[in-house]
């Protein structure tokens, strides 16, 4: 056991980003089983040994990740510091796609009452999202949808460890209405939408910049 999870902290490490336990064990030439234990094994090594270091289970796979109270010196090591943070704008429209996917941009745009074409542009940029065909309506707009690249940055095995939207105001703060729209008011109040058009100006200044 202790040769497997010395091979599977190698991988995790050469991999850097998520494998999943199928691809592992193809490539350690050990059962999947064998894999499982080793993984599970390694997580305790790491939490119990203080290590700087830690294993992530996201989007179907595994992978080795600093811990979170490291995250600041590794982002200064690294230059990343503010970089890759997305608006509200855009962290807006993003929520709106993973709790509503498959949705088309004239429909976030209606629960958002502005364009969120910037904010689209942006998110996939980023890869966070995709399109997901067309909805056969009138002008068969895009439909969009959130990618394996939005479960690894926000650290998510699947769909399903989205916090529910009852959940949100004790997470988050964010009072929610499930019989309209899960995360925001189907109406907004005009000074709401003067912001949202403001936001959306910058976002896509910044895109062009």
């Known amino acids: 056991m202790t040769t497997h999870v010395a091979l599977l902290e190698a991988l995790l490490f050469a991999s850097g980003k998520p494998a999943t ?28 040994g203080g290590r700087g270091v830690r294993v992530d289970r996201v989007a179907g796979g595994a992978r080795l990740v600093s811990r979170n109270e490291f995250d600041m010196p590794v982002r200064n090591l690294l230059g990343l510091e503010g970089r890759n943070k997305l608006s509200i704008a855009s962290l807006e429209v993003l929520s709106i796609i993973a709790y509503r996917q498959p949705v088309t941009a004239p429909e976030i745009a209606e629960l958002r009452g502005v364009n969120s074409a910037s904010s689209l542009r942006t998110l996939l940029d980023k890869r966070l999202i995709t399109t997901a065909g067309r909805k056969e309506v009138v002008g068969t707009p895009f439909l969009y949808r959130t990618t394996k690249e939005f479960l690894v940055h926000f650290g998510l095995a699947d769909l399903k460890d989205l916090p529910r939207p009852e959940d949100l105001d004790a997470l988050y703060g964010v009072e929610t209405n499930t019989a309209q729209t899960e995360l925001f008011p189907q109406e907004i109040s005009a000074e709401e939408k003067r912001g949202k058009e403001e936001e959306e100006e910058e976002e896509k200044d910044s895109s062009n910049g």
């Open 21 to 48: 336990v199928e691809r592992l064990a193809e490539a350690a030439e050990i059962s999947k089983e064998e894999v499982e234990a080793a993984l599970e094994a390694l997580e305790e090594a790491c939490e119990a």
